[in-house]
């Protein structure tokens, strides 16, 4: 099981540490690599995974995590995305506990400190995994790897490929994925903890400890269950030190037939046999609590499987493993997203990036040769443990099993990066042992990659703080993803600059014609600018390419009973009402086409459902107290009113609206109550000064009036009305001065 001294070790250029030191090292440079990313915002995904997650809350039922996705849909729902991450949801809502709300520092400082304990954990596996397992009398794993397992952890902890797990919240997945990966796979070594090398027994106690924190992985993300490929290969190679090679010349050649007995006395059968039984339980567990079936993604979400012929599909596939492959070996262009034509289809053979594939061919045959036919038996194990760690956890992310639904994700290269990291310790370590004239050089080119790797770490954390750096650092990157434009245009939107938006959202929609988001944001902006024609256009476009887009057909009706078009304003709001059962927001809105065309019972029946859809809809409650004020049915408004209080009691708009009904029905007191409680939340409101103006007038406190009347026209001097009932009250004190004794 142990690799007596790996010889090409200590040419590696870098001290020799204790244990505790090592790790200690990595994970300092951990830190010092995602540190500033600590204070950042919520970004990009986190806005639904995180913000707009109700399984975050106190309020919500904790159960709840357990039957619904990641993204806090019913798992059961056709529109679910099935990632089923319970245990990654349970640590956001501890960190919503622990902060008492969605405060994003918290959130991050997790991350970053999750990343730092894999980084230094990273070590041990990397220990076994090139030099062997072997324990001392107390049970500590011995490493025979000291440097090279150092150098590939340093590696590991500064990849820039890690800024998205680390920086984004969302990454934790990723990040708790990998720890339970890890500790599965160093529990499963703890099965063969029986003193002498040569003592065939195992504990099969540890081999279902391992199982269970596999299991505990894939409830952190699907990737978790790969670690048993992983415990597989090493329990082949370097438990029962089987020669691949070997192997396969004996079956083909059926020369020196396979020793069974041999393989049965390891116990090597019945450990497969176990993961085997504890994989497929997984799997069929995952499966049942789908529910549904697979989830069902689009062409825009993953091209290449979309392609018209098989050829094209498998070379579009391979050319993503080479955009994969060059991420791990040149990290500087990273995107938050590769889809939406970032990364155009190769549809010929005589495409130039047909190169790009025989190049990732040639590199992995080349390594394959090397770990199966060379006669060092070091560089064999290290090697093939080496490309099993790279490729065995990106499988699911391949599109071999199933559609997955993106092109490129740099979070799904987390674990792949170990494999790559220790085949990149391995290759200086052989060139340190090959040339060792060009140490020195070698040296410092090592040195050089770390501060590098460290200072692209900084730069892309940074860009991770806030939405509108992220957003922005992708247009260099993927000038052709329509995405990348939408969310900047978005981005711009939100912080009000919307004629920058608009040019970001026409943009989005050359590149992609049919994007019917980015159609419906800019529908959206070019209404609140009065461009209604082109709105009309664009919305209309928007519900034809996707007749179910809800929120299209709302603001399609928005847009049409500005323009007076009221039939067709209403049939698009009831579309939109029939696509989306639950939506108080259009009721809002259909209730103000009906109060435009004084049909006040629809009106109030409609805003009577947005209210019972979303009891605290402001705006449907404060409309429904206005119109009976205005048909005069003062008393059911008073009723509305009140009613609206109890589930808002300091929604100051609904205040000012009952206190103007209490007013007309002259119980002046109340009425008083509710404008100065209205006045104390929002003290500025210059039509809450003006009508307790009003009242005092009508109640006889002049001075009172007085006052208020000034405050309102202090606050807004063109104020409709004001002006002249302070006038009339003026004249009124003038007289009574005049004609008092």
Same mark, same amino acid.
């Given at each position: 099981?142990?690799?007596?001294?790996?010889?090409?070790?200590?040419?590696?250029?870098?001290?020799?540490?204790?244990?505790?030191?090592?790790?200690?090292?990595?994970?300092?440079?951990?830190?010092? &690599?995602?540190?500033?990313?600590?204070?950042?915002?919520?970004?990009?995904?986190?806005?639904?995974?995180?913000?707009?997650?109700?399984?975050?809350?106190?309020?919500?039922?904790? /159960?709840?995590? =357990?039957?619904?996705?990641?993204?806090?849909?019913?798992?059961?729902? +056709?529109?679910?995305?099935?990632?089923?991450?319970?245990?990654?949801?349970?640590?956001?809502?501890?960190?919503?506990?622990?902060?008492?709300?969605?405060?994003?520092?918290?959130?991050?400082?997790?991350?970053?400190?999750?990343?730092?304990?894999?980084?230094?954990?990273?070590?041990?596996?990397?220990?076994?995994?090139?030099?062997?397992?072997?324990?001392?009398?107390?049970?500590?794993?011995?490493?025979?790897?000291?440097?090279?397992?150092?150098?590939?952890?340093?590696?590991?902890?500064?990849?820039?490929?890690?800024?998205?797990?680390?920086?984004?919240?969302?990454?934790?997945?990723?990040?708790?994925?990998?720890?339970?990966?890890?500790?599965?796979?160093?529990?499963?070594?703890?099965?063969?903890?029986?003193?002498?090398?040569?003592?065939?027994?195992?504990?099969?106690?540890?081999?279902?400890?391992?199982?269970?924190?596999?299991?505990?992985?894939?409830?952190?993300?699907?990737?978790?269950?790969?670690?048993?490929?992983?415990?597989?290969?090493?329990?082949?190679?370097?438990?029962?030190?089987?020669?691949?090679?070997?192997?396969?010349?004996?079956?083909?050649?059926?020369?020196?037939?396979?020793?069974?007995?041999?393989?049965?006395?390891?116990?090597?059968?019945?450990?497969?046999?176990?993961?085997?039984?504890?994989?497929?339980?997984?799997?069929?567990?995952?499966?049942?609590?789908?529910?549904?079936?697979?989830?069902?993604?689009?062409?825009?979400?993953?091209?290449?499987?979309?392609?018209? +012929?098989?050829?094209?599909?498998?070379?579009?596939?391979?050319?993503?493993?080479?955009?994969?492959?060059?991420?791990?070996?040149?990290?500087?262009?990273?995107?938050?997203?590769?889809?939406?034509?970032?990364?155009?289809?190769?549809?010929?053979?005589?495409?130039?990036?047909?190169?790009?594939?025989?190049?990732?061919?040639?590199?992995?045959?080349?390594?394959?040769?090397?770990?199966?036919?060379?006669?060092?038996?070091?560089?064999?194990?290290?090697?093939?443990?080496?490309?099993?760690?790279?490729?065995?956890?990106?499988?699911?992310?391949?599109?071999?099993?199933?559609?997955?639904?993106?092109?490129?994700?740099?979070?799904?290269?987390?674990?792949?990066?170990?494999?790559? &990291?220790?085949?990149?310790?391995?290759?200086?370590?052989?060139? &340190?042992?090959?040339?060792?004239?060009?140490?020195?050089?070698?040296?410092?080119?090592?040195?050089?990659?770390? &501060?590098?790797?460290?200072?692209?770490?900084?730069?892309?954390?940074?860009?991770?703080?806030?939405?509108?750096?992220?957003?922005?650092?992708?247009?260099?990157?993927?000038?052709? +993803?329509?995405?990348?434009?939408?969310?900047?245009?978005?981005?711009?939107?939100?912080?009000?600059?919307?004629?920058?938006?608009?040019?970001?959202?026409?943009?989005?929609?050359?590149?992609?014609?049919?994007?019917?988001?980015?159609?419906?944001?800019?529908?959206?902006?070019?209404?609140?600018?009065?461009?209604?024609?082109?709105?009309?256009?664009?919305?209309?476009?928007?519900?034809?390419?996707?007749?179910?887009?809800?929120?299209? =057909?709302?603001?399609?009706?928005?847009?049409?009973?500005?323009?007076?078009?009221?039939?067709?304003?209403?049939?698009?709001?009831?579309?939109?009402?029939?696509?989306?059962?639950?939506?108080?927001?259009?009721?809002?809105?259909?209730?103000?086409?009906?109060?435009?065309?004084?049909?006040?019972?629809?009106?109030?029946?409609?805003?009577?459902?947005?209210?019972?859809?979303?009891?605290?809809?402001?705006?449907?409650?404060?409309?429904?107290?206005?119109?009976?004020?205005?048909?005069? +049915?003062?008393?059911?408004?008073?009723?509305?009113?009140?009613?609206?209080?109890?589930?808002?009691?300091?929604?100051?708009?609904?205040?000012?609206?009952?206190?103007?009904?209490?007013?007309?029905?002259?119980?002046?007191?109340?009425?008083?109550?509710?404008?100065?409680?209205?006045?104390?939340?929002?003290?500025?409101?210059?039509?809450?000064?003006? /009508?307790?103006?009003?009242?005092?007038?009508?109640?006889?406190?002049?001075?009172?009036?007085?006052?208020?009347?000034?405050?309102?026209?202090?606050?807004?001097?063109?104020?409709?009305?004001?002006?002249? /009932?302070?006038?009339?009250?003026?004249?009124?004190?003038?007289?009574?001065?005049?004609?008092?004794?």
């Amino acid at each position: 099981m142990a690799l007596s001294g790996v010889y090409w070790d200590h040419q590696i250029p870098l001290p020799k540490l204790a244990p505790v030191q090592a790790k200690v090292t990595v994970a300092l440079v951990a830190l010092l &690599c995602f540190m500033n990313s600590y204070d950042g915002e919520f970004v990009f995904d986190d806005s639904e995974a995180i913000v707009n997650n109700k399984d975050l809350k106190p309020t919500t039922p904790l /159960n709840n995590i =357990w039957s619904n996705d990641f993204w806090g849909s019913n798992l059961s729902s +056709n529109s679910s995305h099935k990632s089923y991450r319970p245990l990654t949801v349970l640590t956001f809502r501890l960190n919503y506990l622990l902060a008492g709300g969605l405060h994003p520092v918290g959130f991050h400082v997790l991350n970053i400190i999750l990343h730092a304990v894999i980084s230094a954990l990273m070590i041990d596996v990397f220990a076994i995994l090139i030099g062997g397992l072997t324990y001392d009398e107390e049970g500590r794993i011995l490493n025979h790897a000291p440097k090279t397992s150092l150098l590939a952890a340093l590696f590991f902890a500064a990849h820039p490929i890690h800024t998205e797990s680390v920086a984004g919240i969302v990454g934790r997945a990723d990040l708790l994925c990998a720890l339970f990966f890890q500790l599965s796979f160093l529990t499963y070594c703890k099965a063969f903890n029986r003193g002498s090398d040569r003592d065939d027994r195992f504990s099969v106690q540890w081999v279902v400890v391992s199982l269970l924190l596999c299991a505990a992985a894939m409830l952190c993300k699907e990737q978790g269950i790969t670690v048993l490929g992983v415990n597989a290969a090493f329990d082949v190679l370097l438990i029962c030190n089987v020669n691949v090679y070997e192997l396969s010349q004996r079956l083909l050649l059926r020369k020196n037939p396979l020793d069974v007995n041999e393989i049965l006395r390891t116990g090597l059968l019945t450990r497969l046999a176990l993961m085997g039984l504890g994989g497929l339980s997984m799997l069929y567990a995952r499966w049942r609590i789908m529910g549904t079936g697979p989830p069902a993604f689009t062409e825009v979400d993953n091209p290449a499987s979309f392609a018209e +012929n098989i050829f094209l599909r498998i070379v579009n596939y391979n050319y993503y493993y080479s955009l994969n492959a060059w991420l791990l070996l040149c990290p500087w262009w990273l995107c938050f997203d590769w889809s939406m034509g970032c990364v155009p289809l190769i549809k010929s053979a005589t495409d130039w990036r047909m190169v790009w594939l025989l190049l990732l061919w040639c590199i992995l045959i080349g390594l394959i040769s090397q770990a199966l036919c060379s006669q060092d038996s070091q560089r064999r194990r290290t090697l093939t443990l080496g490309l099993v760690l790279l490729v065995v956890p990106f499988l699911p992310a391949c599109n071999i099993f199933f559609r997955v639904g993106f092109v490129i994700a740099e979070r799904v290269l987390y674990l792949s990066s170990a494999g790559y &990291c220790l085949l990149l310790a391995y290759s200086l370590g052989h060139c &340190c042992c090959r040339w060792s004239k060009c140490r020195k050089l070698l040296c410092v080119m090592t040195l050089a990659l770390l &501060c590098v790797y460290v200072a692209r770490c900084a730069l892309r954390s940074h860009q991770w703080r806030s939405e509108q750096s992220l957003f922005t650092s992708a247009l260099s990157v993927c000038p052709l +993803n329509a995405k990348v434009h939408y969310n900047v245009g978005k981005n711009l939107a939100d912080r009000g600059n919307t004629t920058a938006a608009i040019g970001y959202y026409r943009e989005a929609v050359r590149l992609h014609p049919t994007y019917v988001h980015a159609m419906n944001n800019l529908g959206n902006i070019l209404k609140e600018r009065n461009e209604l024609i082109e709105a009309e256009q664009l919305l209309s476009k928007a519900v034809s390419i996707q007749p179910d887009f809800a929120a299209a =057909w709302m603001n399609l009706g928005i847009v049409q009973n500005s323009l007076q078009k009221f039939e067709e304003a209403e049939q698009s709001y009831w579309n939109a009402i029939r696509f989306r059962k639950k939506y108080p927001d259009c009721y809002y809105n259909l209730g103000r086409l009906y109060a435009d065309q004084n049909r006040h019972v629809d009106a109030l029946n409609a805003w009577r459902n947005a209210t019972m859809l979303k009891p605290d809809h402001s705006l449907a409650w404060n409309n429904m107290v206005i119109l009976l004020d205005n048909t005069g +049915n003062l008393g059911q408004a008073e009723l509305i009113g009140r009613e609206a209080l109890r589930l808002l009691p300091n929604d100051h708009t609904i205040m000012f609206s009952l206190a103007n009904v209490l007013g007309k029905l002259q119980k002046y007191k109340e009425s008083e109550g509710f404008f100065l409680h209205a006045l104390r939340i929002n003290p500025n409101a210059a039509s809450c000064h003006g /009508n307790l103006a009003v009242l005092y007038h009508r109640w006889g406190k002049l001075e009172l009036a007085k006052k208020h009347y000034e405050l309102s026209l202090k606050l807004d001097p063109e104020a409709p009305g004001t002006r002249d /009932n302070y006038n009339m009250l003026r004249r009124k004190l003038d007289q009574l001065k005049h004609h008092a004794p």
